[in-house]
């Protein structure tokens, strides 16, 4: 898992390795440098965006979790690979919440540009602003810390907080995985790749800049005891804390916030470019809140003040009758 406050894998030399063939290939320098790059609408490209917004149906679901304790962190008796982060184990109660079923996808996020007058994503490069087809389903990637908090307040909700996300991802007996104690292969999750294939192919250059991730409602014999899709794999996701290497030693019993204060937003999840040792449910990091990179995404969650008796779905998929498009 990648960021700048520890714990930083082999990721490093893989993207290298990467760069050094895309330079080769098209003869380019900038590599993963994207935070500058602007797209523009054109008319025609809005007016597609539009229509697709209108007639699209999103995956924005939502999936309580109740209040009760769950098995925080990590043991190094059982989990080998555990590292400071994550340590100590403990039990830690939390109040009851709502999550999404999936990460954010770039249809979800069209809504939230259009609605508050944004420019496409850097990605979003065909028909005059647009996503590929395939690609509406995708996880949105690119965005900031600030993006993500600012889309998930649009859509009257918010970031989940660091252990708001583990127990959603692991369930409360401090499993692993989110299917239990069995490594991640490649029929569970989307990881371990290189960047040097997607559905982006007709330029070469830019295959880091949009890299081989899946659709969000993939892997269904990988989800986690509440029904969440891929928690760990494809992209890594957001989340509100400020983030300390050290924060699991001192944070409360219940309901932790997060430090106060810190440089570095936290981040869950591996993403598609992480390995073995990083796709744990337990595993975290941080990064600055102005990271702007394709393999990190977000999901939003919701606190409830008494539990619903059935699943809900956001406002974001809601917001107009829509008809299932062919993705």
């Not at 986690?224 to 760990?232: A, D, E, R």
């Amino acid at each position: 898992m990648r960021g700048t406050g520890g714990n930083t894998r082999g990721w490093a030399g893989r993207t290298l390795i990467s760069i050094g063939v895309l330079a080769v290939m098209s003869n380019i320098a900038w590599g993963l440098d994207t935070q500058d790059i602007t797209v523009e609408w054109t008319e025609a490209g809005k007016k597609l965006a539009v229509e697709r917004v209108a007639n699209w149906k999103t995956k924005g679901e939502m999936i309580l979790v109740p209040a009760g304790e769950f098995l925080m962190g990590s043991d190094k008796k059982t989990d080998r690979l555990a590292y400071r982060s994550e340590i100590p184990q403990r039990q830690v109660y939390l109040d009851a919440f709502e999550i999404g079923k999936y990460e954010v996808t770039a249809l979800e996020y069209l809504r939230f540009v259009l609605a508050t007058n944004r420019a496409p994503q850097l990605d979003w490069r065909y028909d005059g602003g647009n996503f590929q087809e395939s690609m509406a389903h995708h996880p949105i990637m690119h965005v900031t810390w600030h993006d993500a908090d600012n889309y998930c307040k649009w859509a009257g909700q918010r970031l989940p907080t660091e252990a708001e996300w583990e127990k959603a991802a692991r369930g409360v007996d401090g499993r692993l995985f989110p299917w239990g104690q069995e490594y991640a292969g490649p029929t569970r999750a989307n990881f371990g790749r290189t960047g040097l294939s997607g559905p982006v192919r007709d330029r070469p250059e830019r295959l880091l800049l949009y890299p081989p991730i899946i659709s969000v409602d993939k892997y269904e014999n990988a989800v986690s005891p509440y029904g969440l899709s891929q928690t760990i794999g494809n992209v890594a996701e957001w989340v509100s804390d400020w983030y300390d290497q050290d924060y699991y030693k001192k944070a409360p019993d219940r309901n932790p916030q997060g430090p106060e204060t810190g440089t570095q937003k936290a981040f869950r999840g591996g993403g598609w470019m992480d390995s073995t040792t990083t796709m744990r449910v337990a595993m975290r990091n941080g990064t600055d809140p102005n990271t702007k990179i394709n393999w990190l995404g977000f999901r939003c969650a919701k606190s409830v003040t008494e539990e619903p008796s059935s699943v809900k779905t956001s406002h974001v998929q809601q917001a107009s009758p829509l008809v299932e498009s062919e993705h």
